[in-house]
């Protein structure tokens, strides 16, 4: 266990504060005074700091850029009306962090950099975080692999980071979306459940062509067949299908375990609704949809919170919903962001103090 005071801190002389239009906050591009950095060398993590928001420098051969040994999270901090800072169940992220690490080679970051890092800096610079209703603090940590070698093989340095920005609301309108029958996000044996840089970059191509056709997004599907459903984009997909919740289950490790995922399932079953997390295939979502009993289908993830569906497109086989008559994922999305931002008890013991 490292000790508290080996997080050296040293504050941004100037706060960027005053010049960011939190009126117009683009998702991503804005970053507060300070971040965390920390370094692996020689089996050990040190130089763990807290300083001004600035860049890197790096090596044109540093290993993270040629093959891609890379990870990070997405987790979002609140601010209730008192002042007080929480972030949504870190925890969580934390664990997939390091399942991630251990599935690209890499080291373990411990609990006392991620979490007591993550919550220094969030304090520190806790007026960013924005106390608008669908407002929040993006939390990126991330960690990449340092060593200035080329060569494939596992790095023996890495580099730690924690970055803050703040975000406005995310407004997503129900999409269209297709099912992606060519190309393929995750196999099993695959890196599909660990949140790794080259799965992203591997889904822009497919994202680029349903962009073309018009769609949001693609519905991905299993290697072998292309039958079994995955994810939406960077989301879990759950469909509700007469009066249950169904979710690809996690056995297979091709999908993302969302921690939004994980949310929804808790507040469906309060909902009274029986949730199933299993296989599903098209063919059954098609034969629901024909039967009429397929009632909604929506994405989960930190960013949106809960994406609807408004149009499912399988070959030749549209469906078309009426997002605005739907009951379960409006009542779903109210729920989860009335407990983030403070509205709702948070029985579940979601919100974390900072
Ligand atoms: C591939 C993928 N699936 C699912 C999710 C949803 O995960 P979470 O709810 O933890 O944000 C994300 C977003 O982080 C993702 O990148």
Redesign the pocket.
């Known amino acids: 266990m490292v000790a508290s005071t080996d997080i050296t801190v040293t504050r941004a002389e100037k706060s960027k504060l005053k010049e960011t239009n939190f009126d117009k906050l683009i998702f991503g591009r804005y970053f507060t005074d300070h971040m965390l950095e920390a370094d692996f060398e020689n089996g050990e993590w040190k130089n763990i700091e807290i300083k001004p928001f600035q860049p890197l420098v790096m090596s044109p051969a540093l290993a993270a850029l040629h093959y891609g040994q890379s990870i990070f999270e ?1 987790i979002k901090a609140y601010r209730d009306k008192a002042g007080n800072a929480f972030i949504f169940r870190p925890q ?2 934390f664990r ?1 962090f390091n399942i991630s690490a251990d599935r690209m080679q890499m080291p373990q970051v411990p609990e006392y950099i991620f979490m007591e890092g993550m919550r220094q800096l969030v304090e520190l610079d806790k007026n960013w975080i924005p106390d608008k209703e669908d407002y929040s603090l993006y939390i990126r940590p991330v960690m990449f692999a340092s060593d200035e070698v080329i060569g494939v093989k596992p790095s023996d340095s890495y580099k730690f980071l924690i970055l803050l920005s703040p975000t406005g609301p995310y407004y997503s309108a129900p999409m269209r979306i297709y099912v992606e029958e060519k190309y393929t ?1 995750a196999a099993p044996g695959g890196v599909g459940f660990s ?1 790794t840089a080259g ?2 970059a591997a889904a822009l191509k497919a994202s680029a062509v349903a962009k073309e056709q018009g769609y949001d997004q693609v519905l991905w599907t299993d290697a072998f067949e292309h039958k079994y459903v995955q ?1 939406i ?4 997909v759950f469909f509700i299908i007469d009066n249950v919740a169904i979710t690809p289950g996690l056995g297979e490790a091709t ?9 929804a399932i808790t507040l469906l079953k309060e909902m009274g609704l029986k949730v199933e997390e299993r296989p599903l295939s098209i063919d059954e979502v098609i034969e629901a949809d024909k039967k009429g009993t397929l009632k909604e289908v929506f994405g ?4 949106a919170t809960i994406s609807m569906i408004k149009e499912l497109k399988y070959k030749n086989h549209v469906i078309y919903f009426d997002t605005d008559k739907w009951i379960i994922a409006p009542e779903l999305k109210r729920q989860m962001t009335d407990i983030r931002e403070g509205r709702a008890v948070d029985k579940f013991g979601w919100m974390w103090k900072v």
Do not use: P
Not at 255 to 263: A, K
Not at 300 to 303: D, M, S, Y
């Open positions: 997405g969580d992220n997939r996000r949140k799965n992203y994810e984009g960077t989301m879990n999908i993302l375990e969302g921690v939004t995922r994980d949310s989960t993830g930190t960013a």
